[in-house]
Every structure is written in structure tokens, then in C-alpha cells.
């Protein structure tokens, strides 16, 4: 027999039950084209224990309900561009906000203690379990972000005061960063070598990667821009250097469960610091130099 709730509950438990299915598809769909044995298992766990919650929820709306086909695609891109651990924890990071719900729903669905549970020990120990092998790597691609983001960011704000012309910074930006990205690239090669480990090549290139993609979103305002425009070009790779520690603190805070406000004010204070330090190293070094282009 349904046990009849009340109707802010009932409105609790058809959100969840619609939740449980559509997030229990989520896992399965992403575990057809996650790589390693070990976390398509542990996706496939995941995406029993959703489904089960579902049929609980099920018992007491007495509805069968449909995933939600959107909120299913949107999570099949964000895991196939950001990678599947990612994907999995901004999904349950999504139902943090749940815990005032099931609060609610302790006095009139018994079962609701075992799924909260469950929700907060038994999945969060699962996720735990998934290795991406990109994750491996975040340390090479922080390294080759935080060294071009502080070392160009220096160098285009000394530039924009010494040259005052768009096309001459984007080029001696450019040629640095290509150049710096190779130094780096091959310094954490050898690093990785004596280091003993077998995975120098990728270790590297996730660095030159890194690297090279930050040059390219910090130089692109310089090319984009006339001339003239040398001061704009500064202010908007300012920006773009925000964007970039915002959405990549982001993803690490997300990825690897670490906090965000820390890490992005760290590393936005030492690249605007050293590239306020650099602009007015360049506007000092053309003024006593004399030097007029």
C-alpha cells in the first residue's frame, strides 16, 4: 500500500526519484566510453546504487518517471571535454544543497536516512575510486600554466610600455612563449627522467601543452587589436589571465575536491603583481634608455 505524504514531501521525493534515474543513466552512459576496467566498474556500482534509490522513491510517488534527456547529453560533453571524473563530482556536488530536503523527509520517509547515507559515505567512497590518468598529469599542467601565466604576463606587460604597438608585443610574445614552451617542455622531461619514471614523455607534453594554450589565450588580444590599442590589449590579457586561474582552479577544486578561493587569489595576486612590477619596468627602461619604436 502507498503511504500517503504531504504535499511539500511528495514535491521532495518525485525531485529526488527524477534525480536518482536520470543521474543512474548519467553513470551508465559514461562508463560505455570511460577508459580502464576498474573505473567502468565502479561507474556501473554508481549507477545501481542510483537506480535503486529510484525504486525506493518509486514506492512512495507511485510514478514511473524518464530521464531527463538534456541533462543527459549536457553530461556525456562535459565528461568527453573535462573527463569523466569531473563530470561525476560536479554532478554530486550538485546535491550538496539536498541535505535541508532530507531533513525534511525524515519524519515521514523512513528510507531517506539510508539513502542520505549512502549519498554521503558509500558514493563519495566510490568516487574516490575512479583514476583518470588526465588527473595524473595535473601537476605537470599546473606547472606549465603557473610558468607561462607569470613569465608572459611579465614579458607582455614590459613589452606594451617599451613598444606601444600591438603587432610588435604579439610578436616578441610570441616568439618567448614558442621558445619557452620548449624549455619547459624539455626541462620537465629530464626531470621526470632522473627522476626514474617511465612516463617522462607525457609528463611533458601535458606541460608543453599547458603552456602552450596559455600563450596562445594571452598573446590573442595583441593580435586582435589595432595598432594603437597597445593599453586595451593590456587590460583584456589581464582578464583573460583571471579567466584562465578561475576556470582552471575550478576544475581542480571540482576534479580533486580541493578549495577554491585559496588557490585563485595565490595565483591571481603573483601574476598581476608580477606584471604590474614588469609594466613599469618597461615604462622605466624606454624612458632612461631612450629608446623610441
Known amino acids: 500500500m502507498q503511504k500517503q505524504l504531504s504535499k511539500e514531501a511528495l514535491q521532495i521525493v518525485k525531485k529526488m526519484q527524477q534525480n536518482e534515474l536520470t543521474e543512474s543513466v548519467i553513470y551508465e552512459e559514461i562508463a560505455r566510453f570511460a577508459?580502464?576496467?576498474?573505473n567502468q566498474e565502479t561507474l556501473l556500482r554508481l549507477a545501481k546504487e542510483e537506480k535503486a534509490h529510484y525504486e525506493i522513491w518509486k514506492k512512495y510517488t507511485g510514478i514511473q518517471m524518464k530521464?531527463?534527456?538534456s541533462k543527459i547529453t549536457r553530461y556525456k560533453w562535459i565528461a568527453r571535454i573535462f573527463g569523466f571524473t569531473f563530470a561525476v563530482k560536479l554532478m554530486e556536488k550538485g546535491e550538496a544543497g539536498a541535505q535541508q530536503e532530507y531533513e525534511l523527509?525524515?519524519?515521514?520517509?523512513?528510507?531517506?536516512?539510508m539513502i542520505r547515507q549512502q549519498e554521503e559515505e558509500h558514493e563519495q567512497a566510490l568516487l574516490s575510486m575512479l583514476d583518470e590518468e588526465s588527473l595524473q598529469y595535473?601537476?605537470?599542467m599546473v606547472l606549465g600554466m603557473n610558468d607561462a601565466l607569470v613569465e608572459l604576463t611579465g614579458s607582455l606587460a614590459g613589452f606594451t610600455f617599451a613598444m606601444q604597438n600591438t603587432r610588435l608585443i604579439a610578436l616578441s610574445g610570441l616568439i618567448m612563449g614558442i621558445s619557452a614552451t620548449f624549455s619547459m617542455a624539455s626541462s620537465e622531461f629530464?626531470?621526470?627522467?632522473?627522476?626514474?619514471?617511465t612516463d617522462a614523455m607525457k609528463s611533458c607534453t601535458y606541460t608543453g601543452v599547458a603552456y602552450l594554450i596559455t600563450v596562445a589565450l594571452l598573446i590573442l588580444?595583441?593580435?586582435l587589436l589595432d595598432n594603437s590599442q597597445y593599453l586595451?590589449?593590456?587590460?583584456?590579457?589581464?582578464?583573460?589571465?583571471v579567466l584562465i586561474i578561475a576556470g582552471f582552479t575550478y576544475y581542480i577544486s571540482v576534479a580533486k575536491d580541493e578549495k577554491f578561493k585559496p588557490r585563485f587569489w595565490e595565483m591571481t595576486c603573483i601574476s598581476v603583481g608580477?606584471?604590474?612590477?614588469s609594466f613599469v619596468v618597461g615604462l622605466l627602461a624606454k624612458h632612461f634608455l631612450g629608446v623610441d619604436l
Not at 35 to 38: E, N
Not at 190 to 197: D, F, I, P, V
Not at 274 to 277: C, D, L, P, S, T
Open 67 to 69: 530521464p531527463q534527456k
Open 221 to 223: 588580444p595583441y593580435l
Open 138 to 140: 595535473v601537476g605537470s
Open 190 to 197: 629530464l626531470a621526470a627522467k632522473s627522476e626514474g619514471r
Open 232 to 241: 586595451t590589449a593590456l587590460f583584456c590579457m589581464l582578464g583573460v589571465v
Open 105 to 113: 523527509l525524515t519524519h515521514e520517509v523512513e528510507e531517506s536516512v
Open 35 to 38: 577508459k580502464g576496467k576498474d
Open 274 to 277: 608580477v606584471a604590474v612590477i
